[in-house]
């Protein structure tokens, strides 16, 4: 993406194992290995995936809260993995976060005109009285009663508790907001009036959303883009209604067909992701096979002998995958053929 607001190049996070723990090669977990995906300004970037897929890893190395093994981070034209100590303090007021439980992510000690304004705080942005202010003006932004800011987080739901944490995280005027599960713990009823409030936000200010979520609903509402993480590493990126419409790779495919349908409550049918092909033992832990391969439908002995780059299969489109569509069919002159 020409002109990109933010720039992510082989970002990697690799963790040393203890002796005697199980996985990773040489006694390293490889929680994010390789990742690489650009966002426009204002534009929205879901990544997905299953649990230990490396997701929310992604997300606290953008923001810097865990320390990178490799890569690059560029935000507005600034190389971010590369700041420290009071740079990387003052470069914060531009990308802030939104976590996903709004009770543990709020200290129950302090009031919340305190906790919106603790941010201003320790940025030094403005005078007191203009603090003060900033922080009526987020209550009533984010639909909160003006005496909330006396109030403290145990009395309020968890709808309104997140509405506190989006405050908080609006409050040093940030380019960038990562989204990490920011409905996932809230009634489903709440998670739509929160979605609505932060894609109000997101017209309304200019915000850029990276959005992290094991909910394809979700991304398919908030997210232009997204981005499909199996294992540490991307295996699918493009545009959200194209990879929703046509996935490219198995692990998509799986995804999508897991998610349950509106229509099968009753008898609650529903795909399952499949857990193993065949007897590939060990395949997908060797660094020269794909890491999909013990549980790929469609894989073959390439798959088990060589890693799939991420490369581009239509326009805008990219999969890591030696069989993209895997056995979805397409049309091609009137014959419908295996791709």
Known sequence: MTGAFLSVKDLSVHYPLRKGASSGAGGVLKA????????????????VG?????????????????????????????EISSLKGDALRAFRRRMQMIFQDPYSSLNPRARVGDLIR?????????SKMERE?????????????????????HQFSGGQRQRIGIARALATHPE?????????????????????????????RGLTYVFISHDLGVVRYMCDQVVVMYRGVVVEQGATAEVF???????????????PSIHAIGGMER???????????????????????GRCPVADNRCEAETPALLEVETGRRAACFHPFGSFAATDGGRTRRL
């Open 32 to 47: 994010v290995d390789g990742v690489s995906f650009d966002v426009a300004r204002g534009a929205s970037l879901g990544i």
């Open 50 to 78: 299953e649990s230990g897929s490396g997701k929310s890893t992604t997300a606290a190395a953008i923001m810097r809260l865990v320390d990178l093994t490799a890569g690059r981070i560029v935000l507005g034209g600034t």
């Open 118 to 126: 603790e941010p201003l705080d320790i940025q030094e942005i403005g």
């Open 133 to 153: 202010a900033r922080v009526s003006e987020l209550i009533e932004t984010v639909g909160l009663r003006p005496d909330a800011r006396t109030a403290f987080p």
């Open 176 to 204: 960038l907001v990562v989204c990490d599960e920011p409905v996932s713990a809230l009634d489903v009823a709440i998670q739509a009036q929160i979605l609505n409030l932060l894609k109000r936000l997101q017209r309304d």
């Open 245 to 259: 419409a046509r996935p490219l790779h198995p692990y998509t495919q799986a995804l999508i067909a897991a998610r």
């Open 271 to 293: 795909a399952i992701l499949p857990s193993t092909r065949r007897d590939v033992a060990g395949a997908a832990e060797r660094a020269s096979a794909c890491r999909y391969v």
